[in-house]
């Protein structure tokens, strides 16, 4: 589990305390990552292969040191063909040694662009929220809150109702409190806090009706 029973235990409690004064449903979901990043490992590792032959092609010398440590350079000279094959082995050399070190995932992760990082979890909350609460009430009162850690990024999406009358900047305070105790390492009691800050907004736009009842999960989904 990324987080703890307790964790689980506060932010359905929390989800649960939040509907009782609205007609909003509260759907959330946190995951290790968004993304494997593959593509960017490979980008680096493409960047490295050109980046070598850039440099072979400014320092020459490097391919005519290795013709003559392995060939008798008194009597043979180095021909293009040598020339050719060294730069492909020692570029191939470069790709693989950058693709195999980012493998490693953290490292991956530190030289993904921050950028590439805001796209894929926006990108990945967004199928889930099409998929989990997207006009899944019959109001259209859903909200997810999606949280990703090893990017520690956050996301919350309104459904359409929700999205007309609350403008985005009005997250603020739930997005605040949660990431604010993401960086003390408590996601769960984050993502709690934020639970209680969406349900303020919620209340004051969507304030519960008679014989609303509970149309989504109250528990904190894992991925």
């Known amino acids: 589990m990324l987080l703890s029973e307790s964790d689980h235990a506060a ?39 050109l980046l070598a032959l850039a440099f072979l092609a400014w320092q020459p010398g490097i391919i005519e040191w290795l013709h ?3 060939t008798n350079s008194w009597t043979e000279t180095a021909s293009p063909t040598w020339y050719l094959t060294a730069a492909l082995i ?6 693989l040694g950058v693709r195999l070190l980012l493998s490693i995932e953290g490292l991956r ?39 990703s850690l090893a990017e520690h990024r956050a996301e919350i999406i309104a459904d359409e109702s929700i999205h007309s009358k609350v403008a985005p900047d009005v ?7 949660l990431l604010s105790r993401v960086k003390q390492g408590q996601p769960g009691p984050g993502m709690a806090d934020a639970v209680a800050q969406i349900g303020v907004v919620l209340a004051e736009h969507f ?11 109250d528990r904190l989904i894992e991925l």
């Not at 020692?90 to 790709?95: A, D, E, N």
């Not at 929220?129 to 006009?135: D, N, P, S, V």
């Not at 304030?207 to 999960?217: A, H, I, M, Q, V």
């Open 90 to 95: 020692l570029i191939t050399i470069k790709f």
């Open 11 to 49: 932010v359905t409690v929390a989800v649960a305390k939040a509907e009782l004064s609205t007609d909003g449903e509260i759907v959330t979901i946190v995951a290790r990552r968004s993304d494997a990043y593959h593509d960017v490992a490979l980008h680096w590792a493409v960047l490295a292969m």
């Open 171 to 177: 997250w603020g305070a739930a997005m605040a409190a």
């Open 207 to 217: 304030p519960r009706s008679e014989g609303d009842t509970n149309e989504l999960p």
């Open 109 to 147: 992760m530190a030289l993904t662009p921050g950028a590439t990082k805001s796209r894929r979890v926006q990108r990945k909350a967004m199928q889930l929220f099409r998929t989990g609460a997207e006009k899944r009430t019959k109001a259209s009162t859903g909200v997810l809150l999606y949280l």
């Open 68 to 70: 003559a440590r392995f």
